[in-house]
């Protein structure tokens, strides 16, 4: 029976990515859009397919607070984050967090340091549309699409 694993990537240029244990794209969504109906509606749907007998389960990446981060920038972004978690616990999909070193690891050499981000960004983005041809992979949905295809290769993380 199929497993799916899904990538998340929180904040609001982020995305949510099912993958199946095959390697193909259940479904996606952009964070930056989405209402936080649309958010519950697809992790509802996805935890359903759990109910079904299918092995579903998520990996968030962990994120913090960043220096120079403004006060009602952290709060937005730390309710968002936490509205993520809830949302995937209420659906019945476990979850697990990771950092993003260690899901960029397997996705070859990229870009260090603080004055590399956009570049690194970008290298993530290519390695996504290596990985996911067929796919319409952006700067917001790269990074989540390389967290579910981690859970999938580590069996979630």
């Known amino acids: 029976m199929e497993s799916f694993y899904i990538?998340?990537?929180p904040g609001?240029?982020?995305?949510?990515?099912?993958l199946a244990s095959s390697g193909l794209v259940e479904s996606?969504?952009?964070?930056?859009?989405?209402?936080?109906?649309?958010?519950?509606?697809?992790?509802?749907?996805?935890g359903r397919l759990g109910h079904d007998g299918h092995f579903v389960a998520a990996?968030?990446?962990?994120?913090h607070?960043?220096?120079?981060?403004?006060?009602?920038?952290s709060f937005k972004f730390g309710q968002a984050y936490g509205?993520?978690?809830?949302?995937?616990?209420c659906s019945g999909i476990p979850w697990r967090t990771?950092?993003?070193r260690d899901w960029q690891k397997g996705c070859g050499p990229l870009s260090k340091g603080k004055d590399d981000s956009a570049q690194?960004?970008?290298?993530?983005?290519a390695e996504a549309q290596r990985r996911f041809p067929g796919e319409n992979i952006v700067l917001e949905n790269a990074d989540a699409y390389l967290i579910a295809d981690f859970a999938r290769r580590t069996n979630w993380g």
């Open 28 to 46: 996606s969504l952009r964070l930056g859009k989405a209402s936080e109906s649309d958010i519950w509606d697809y992790l509802r749907k996805a």
């Open 7 to 9: 990538g998340v990537d």
């Open 59 to 63: 990996v968030i990446e962990q994120v």
């Open 83 to 89: 509205a993520l978690r809830m949302a995937l616990t």
């Open 65 to 73: 607070a960043m220096p120079g981060q403004g006060v009602s920038s």
């Open 12 to 18: 609001s240029k982020g995305a949510i990515v099912t």
């Open 120 to 125: 690194r960004k970008r290298e993530l983005k």
């Open 98 to 100: 990771v950092l993003p």
